[in-house]
């Protein structure tokens, strides 16, 4: 195969390999300029893929609606699939490389007949940075060539950075006949190649982000010493100019991209911080020279839940998605803008909802409930730059930021106080081992329900879990100072389901005591789980916050804890010989240091 963009030998041989398979109508190379986004635009406006929305109101901005059945990631249909199957272990879905290449095959055999193949050339970070990793990814789908332009920094410079013999990771996509049955989203990490097919949704087929940058990278970040993890990354700017960058991984739709573009609240003002949003999602992390933690945001856009995103909750969100944004799944209004719930207070008087059908407010379902005008998992796809607190220089830089303080949240509406500090490193990660969280719209399944979630990476682990918590145990002793390693709850209720903690930009509150105390400018009170901060420590000024509440953000009941520890103990012993040691031990300490609070108060 001859072709003027690149002398790659081995991409040329896939390309056509993969062609044979899907026998694509054609097949066309993305060059990342703006003349194929706008006739990529166009031709799918033509063919309803998108529909073109109100370019005055808001310009560049388009709307794609999935099919009812795709509407987040489905976790069922993922698959690792590592010649042991211990590689992959107990968390993950397995199949044998050879019966996964073969069942897929059966569903791409032919798959993109009439239809064209797109190369998208991508890099995952800046390229040439040492911590980015380039893929290409072969689709049918238009929207995926504009969302992954968007999410990614993608085109001819990406191909002239892989030369003829770099590395890539092979990503092929086909939407096939968009059929749940005949849907697998397959990870070879052994081979660096995934395999996606029968989806539309975005956590399922922009191969770049979950897929590449996650589960793919997690694996190559155990073979060769470097961390991907998901969390956000958001820099934290003093008047005097230092600023400290804080990673904190949450499990799907708990704030994180609220958390990274965080407006400092009114009481805090004065103090003239000025937050810096490097990502929402996903951090590579690397040990520097220094022997310090420095990370990147491997993206380079936003793929943000919509629901409850508005001008109270997320300001800056708002201002990102004025402009050249992909809406999907949201409800379509009559004059060509988009609404969902949680925006304003204005729903339209009528509009298409997100499966296409006639919407008012009010409506009731046969069961009397409400009609939702937009998916809970309905989402935006932005670029960085568009963001008011996106800073080009970080975004850019080779080197990545260091990491201060590492956060690890969820949803829990009992037992996890609004934050506590790890003794050390080590049990940072049995605390992060502990990770739980109430299911969300982001996965396929049962809502409400509370799972545990090491890391927030259950979902995107790509090897035996017990291994990954190996890694971050030898990354930490690696170090020559690692990040302090904190817990936080935002979620906290009390006994009328009320938050306790308004959130948002009082969370500023919580981090500036994770800033003070990663430089050991305060002191903190030992418990059995970890450091509190002392009475008075938060400033909660302009905060009327009274103290019955915060004695309760601050509670820590044996009685509650206590019956939580088997299912986390069952939840480590599947692991078996793989558990490292430290973690048994952890466990065992845990409990001892709650049965001495015991002991102490009869
Ligand atoms: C996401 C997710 O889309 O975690 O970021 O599901
Ligand atoms: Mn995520």
């Not at 969390?231 to 994180?256: D, H, R, T, W």
Request: hydrophobic share 35%; aromatic share 10%.
């Amino acid at each position: 195969m001859k072709n003027e963009r690149t002398n790659h030998a081995e991409l040329l041989n896939w390309v056509k390999a993969m062609a044979e398979l899907c026998t694509p109508d054609r097949i066309v190379w993305c060059d990342g300029s703006e003349s194929e986004k706008k006739r990529l635009e166009q031709e799918a406006v033509g063919t309803g893929e998108l529909v073109e929305l109100n370019q005055e109101k808001m310009p560049g901005c388009f709307y794609h609606r999935t099919a009812v059945n795709d509407v987040a990631r489905t976790e069922h249909l993922t698959y690792i699939c590592t010649s042991k199957q211990e590689d992959a272990g107990p968390t993950n879905n397995w199949m044998a490389p050879e019966e996964a290449y073969e069942k897929a095959r059966q569903l791409f055999k032919g798959a993109m007949k009439g239809r064209t193949m797109y190369v998208i050339p991508f890099s995952m970070g800046p390229i040439g940075s040492v911590f980015s990793k380039i893929g290409v990814e072969l689709t049918d789908s238009i929207y995926v060539v504009l969302n992954m332009r968007i999410m990614t920094r993608m085109g001819t410079a990406v191909l002239e950075a892989l030369g003829s013999k770099g590395e890539f990771t092979k990503c092929l996509h086909s939407k096939a006949d968009l059929d749940i049955y005949r849907r697998l989203i397959l990870h070879f990490p052994e081979d660096n190649t995934i395999w996606s097919v029968g989806s539309g949704y975005g956590g399922n087929v922009l191969l770049g982000k979950k897929c590449l940058a996650l589960r793919i990278a997690s694996y190559l970040g155990m073979k060769e010493g470097w961390m991907a993890e998901h969390m956000l990354i958001l820099g934290i700017e003093k008047p005097n100019g230092e600023i400290q960058y804080v990673a904190g991984a949450f499990p799907s739709a708990c704030g994180k991209t609220n958390l990274a573009m965080l407006v400092p609240p009114e009481g805090l003002k004065h103090k003239g911080y000025r937050i810096w949003t490097v990502g929402d999602d996903i951090a590579w992390m690397r040990i520097g020279k220094d022997g310090r933690l420095w990370a990147i945001n491997p993206e380079n856009g936003f793929f943000g839940v919509l629901p409850g995103t508005g001008p109270a909750t997320n300001p800056l969100a708002m201002e990102t998605i004025k402009e050249n944004t992909i809406f999907t799944n949201v409800a379509l209004c009559p004059d060509g803008t988009v609404w969902w719930e949680g925006k304003d207070d204005n729903p339209p008087a009528e509009a298409i909802d997100w499966k296409g059908d006639k919407w008012q407010p009010g409506m009731k379902d046969k069961d009397g409930k409400p009609v939702l005008a937009a998916h809970p998992n309905s989402r935006f796809t932005a670029p960085i730059s568009q963001c008011p607190s996106f800073n080009p220089k970080i975004h850019e830089s080779t080197e990545g930021v260091p990491i201060s303080a590492i956060i690890f949240g969820g949803r829990r509406a009992g037992l996890v106080p609004l934050v506590y500090e790890s003794f050390n490193w080590r049990h940072g990660v049995f605390v992060g081992s502990q990770i739980a969280s109430e299911r969300t719209a982001a996965q396929f399944g049962k809502q409400g329900e509370v799972r545990l979630d090491p890391m927030a990476m259950l979902p995107f682990c790509g090897y035996n879990m017990g291994d990954y918590f190996k890694h971050w145990l030898e990354m930490g002793k690696r170090m020559k100072s690692q990040p302090k390693v904190f817990r936080v709850n935002w979620f906290r209720r009390d006994q009328n389901g009320k938050f306790l903690w308004p959130g948002f930009g009082d969370n500023l509150r919580v981090l500036e005591w994770i800033l003070d105390r990663s430089n050991g400018k305060v002191d903190a009170v030992e418990t059995p789980i970890g450091y509190i901060p002392k009475p008075n420590s938060l400033d909660l000024t302009g905060l009327n916050l009274n103290p019955e509440t915060l004695k309760e953000l601050f509670d820590i009941d044996p009685g509650e804890w206590m019956p939580t520890f088997l299912a986390e103990e069952e939840f480590l012993a599947q692991f078996g010989s793989k558990l490292p040691q430290e973690l048994r031990e952890d466990l065992e300490d845990r409990e001892k240091r709650f049965q001495a609070v015991l002991k102490n108060k009869h």
